[in-house]
């Protein structure tokens, strides 16, 4: 069985670990969210694609949902007291891997490359793909201004209303090599509980990627961000609230317009009428168990 | 009283600092080689610059004599894990120190201008100026080959016997901004007990530089690297034996033909006939207090 995920990081992730842990090596494809990307210091950070690659090899953070455990911060602690920015937190076996990372990418090497080496060297079974090589930015528009997403969301600590997103360089994007492939042979299609807008928004603003999911042969199944009614982390509940009118899951369908033919959804949340058949289950993932089970019932509602 | 010195790192970056404690703020301008530098992991490194840097702004690690004190690897380990360069050892304190500067050379700022922020950013009061904004490297002629600075010295533990010394973009390369102009100004011009191949060498093979020497109006004395004829650490010893036939001074004075009008030797060394007038010191810095002697009793020889 070949399922292809559209993901970001966090919680994205984590559903990417469950599938990760119930599918064959191989199996999987994980297309990942690149808009967040920025450059720091001189290095090229991918936050998404290193969520995906230490979920996967088992070298996230598992407090704090980020980053490598065991880190530690010296080097931007340097960094900073030598009048760099110090913003962005970058720890110092995370920096060993934007150094490699922006070396190869300097030398001409595409993202897609580089990423499928790391995964290699950490022993990841599952593919994991930027959703282009190209440079694709998202931005954020709020009544402060329109912001570089990372700006706007560690910089300004993701407090400003959103009233709109922009994905630069999004319409001359092109899908990073094996995307357009992978959907091809996918049996199923999944879209993470991730955000719609920040995280599965750029993804699907590559046009060939929104065609081919557009033109699927096989069903395409997302999971809703939202339990009761909130995102577990981050702003995907506010933005929901503002720009589609509401964090129900009728307003995620809404993201997802001609894209998926299933969401799944928590047994906390109102399951009104929805132009895709809703289908319940416990979405919250507290433990490995629990991403498994929920990515059991998604590759059971993608088939069936 | 105005004073350059011409220095390496290690030894020289010693004297710096016994001088730096013993001159007034600002008058004392270190010219620093580059001929060691390189780039590892993307990043600009400049071993001499920094270890002059750290020495003088009381950040080095005194133990081991080079980088910084309290210094962690994480992110080089890290690098080494994702198939990064791990031969050159820089730290993460250090690494944020090589971010900084790597990206405001990367901007078009001037190693001497990124050098004079970094300087004033510590507080040394001395001024630090490499020799060259220009590119010029070390590269050293074996019976093994010809390999650059760094790869011998550190890739291969300097094993090889050296017979000769190449320094690649001196005859293209102008003094940096302030070189020429504060070797116009010294009352006195002093050159560091650093190795004459690979640390002064790369600096008076600049021509402006060598001419302005040749050409000075006040005195230049030079402190032998030699104690016991042998170097304190490093390979100049050996150089010196099979590159000027031996390791005494009259060895060190044939490196410094036109350069110098005095060379202080330590006491421990035999004082034979040599073209310039050897002053007996006790050259060893064993402590703080010991830098300092050795800065008096040289001022005092470079201007009596």
Redesign the interface.
Known sequence: MKVVLLSGGGGGARFARGLDGVLAPGELTVIGNVGDDLEI???HVSPDLDSLLYTLAGLIDLERGWGRAGE?W???????????ESWFRV???????H?????AL?DGVPLSEVTE??AG?AGVQSRILPATDDRLRTKVVTPAGTFPFQEWYVGRGHRDDVDAVEYDGAADATPAPGVLAALAAADAILIAPSNPYLSIGPIVAIQPIRQAIERRGVRCVAVSPLVGGAAVTGPAGRMLSRMAGGATPRHVTDCYVGLIDRLVIDESDFAAEAPVELVMAKTLMSDHEAERRLADVVLETSCA
Chains 1, 2 share one sequence.
């Open positions: 210091l001189g290095l530690t010296n080097a931007l602690e340097s960094a900073g007291a030598w009048g760099g720890g110092d076996l995370d920096i060993g891997l150094l490699v990372r922006t070396q300097r080496q790391l060297r």
